[in-house]
């Protein structure tokens, strides 16, 4: 059987050096807050199977606001030290026994499926797995004087990052342990291993994985996020979908009464739909029939959410963000206009991005074509990408 494997993502802590009224975790960068992208990461790992949330008491109408449209368990709450917040997220997984777990804190917004891969290749070999960096920088012990005593060998030096992987059991009997013998501030799990006696084998680490901490990291973060997107693409996307019977229409994700149906295979969205064909053309990545063949079962009487979803994530997996989506729908009826909001809401909502960058209009085709006829409605749509350049690609 698969090993059960937990991550506990923490964000118990109050930021206090990242300067501000707003704890770091749920501060903005590229255009979410902080903790999310942890979150995601877990969520996606298709090993992973629970993902545990630690927060502060006083953040949880934040946590609940950053984290709407996710699908996670109830944060448990941490406590005084950051070692007593992974205590109380080891204690709240305990009886869904998972056989090995991850820690993570939630100011490491940049860290990667592939590192979650190292770290459970490396737990499963060795009981206790951490990422870890060469130090590169000559390294010297001063006094408080700040004069240099000596200087220190780095080759056998690392730098120690998270997520850090356990056996469930034995990192949860060590935190017991620390907590009964008073000890309450090993500021990472791996020390608290060290203290406990497990042997910890470390594995290799990203540069780019940094912890948030200070109001500069953010800036410089949040600058070579962007300078790393600036390859900036537009996609076009059309579709068409004829009437039939029925009494409502989807566009835009929302649903509209009307006298009559649009036919298709899915929903018949036009709306979504041309938006996936312009994400995809943003992409080079084909088209929807391609991603979603038509003869494909599956996708009868789809929610055509579940198509945009897919085509925002092949952006995320190119380092990518959507920088805008716009749709044009032409019919005579029904009328757009009293829609116009929700559908912007909507769209937003299932893309992930903010409502200003989601513009919706319409038209009629003033009584002229198949529109004008009243035999269907179409859809005009553009996305806006910013996505990572690729390594070796021409200027
Ligand atoms: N953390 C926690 N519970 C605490 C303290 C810290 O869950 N009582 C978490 C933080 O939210 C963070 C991680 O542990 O994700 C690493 O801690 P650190 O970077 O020090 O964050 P803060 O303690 O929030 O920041 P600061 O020390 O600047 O106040
Ligand atoms: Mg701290």
New binding site residues.
């Given amino acids: 059987m698969a090993a059960k494997i937990a991550a506990i993502v ?9 300067g501000g009224d707003l ?3 749920y501060k903005e960068l590229q255009g979410e807050p902080v903790i999310l992208p942890s979150l995601r990461l877990f969520l996606e790992h298709p090993q992973v199977s629970l993902v545990q949330p ?1 927060i ?1 008491p006083d953040d949880q109408d934040r946590f609940a606001k950053a984290t709407s449209g996710l699908d996670l368990p109830a944060p448990v709450m ?5 070692q ?2 992974v205590r109380a997220g080891l204690q709240a997984l305990e009886p869904l026994e998972p056989d090995f777990v991850l820690v993570h ?3 490491r917004p940049f860290a990667t499926l592939a590192l979650v891969d190292r770290a459970l290749a490396a737990v499963k070999a060795s009981g206790a797995a951490i990422p870890a960096l060469p130090v590169t920088d000559t390294v010297k012990e001063v006094d408080a004087q700040e004069r240099v005593r000596r200087t220190i060998d780095r080759t056998t030096l690392r730098l120690i990052q998270t997520p850090q992987a356990f056996a469930f059991l034995s990192l949860l009997n060590a935190h017991r342990r620390a907590a009964q013998e008073g000890k309450h501030d090993f500021t990472d799990d791996a020390a608290l291993a060290e203290w406990a006696g497990f042997s910890v084998t470390a594995f290799a680490g990203d540069a780019d994985n940094v ?1 948030l ?1 200070t109001p500069e990291d953010f800036v410089k973060a949040a600058s070579a996020h962007a300078a790393l997107q600036d390859d900036i693409r537009t996609g076009i996307g059309f579709d068409v979908h004829a009437f039939g019977e029925g009494d409502h229409v989807v566009l835009g994700g929302i649903r509209i009464a009307h006298d009559r149906g649009l036919k298709g295979h899915s929903d018949a969205d036009v709306v979504l739909h041309a938006m996936v064909d312009a994400l995809l053309g943003a992409l080079c990545d084909g088209d929807i029939g391609a991603h979603f063949p038509p003869s494909d079962p599956q996708w009868r009487g789809a929610s055509s959410d579940r198509f945009l979803q897919f085509a925002i994530e092949r952006v995320k997996a190119r380092g990518g963000t959507v920088a805008h989506l716009d749709t044009t729908i032409v019919c005579e009826a029904p009328k757009i206009g009293p829609h116009r909001d929700a559908m912007r809401k909507r769209i937003a909502d299932i893309a992930g991005i903010s409502l200003d960058r989601v513009g919706v209009k319409a038209t009629t085709s003033e009584g002229l074509g198949f529109t004008g006829r009243g035999e269907g409605i179409a859809a005009y749509a553009t996305a806006t990408i910013r996505i990572r350049r690729n390594v070796g690609d021409a200027e």
């Fill in positions: 923490l964000a118990g802590g109050r930021g206090t050096r990242s704890p770091k975790q630690v502060h941490g406590g005084a030290t950051r007593d917040s804190d939630s100011a912890k901490t």
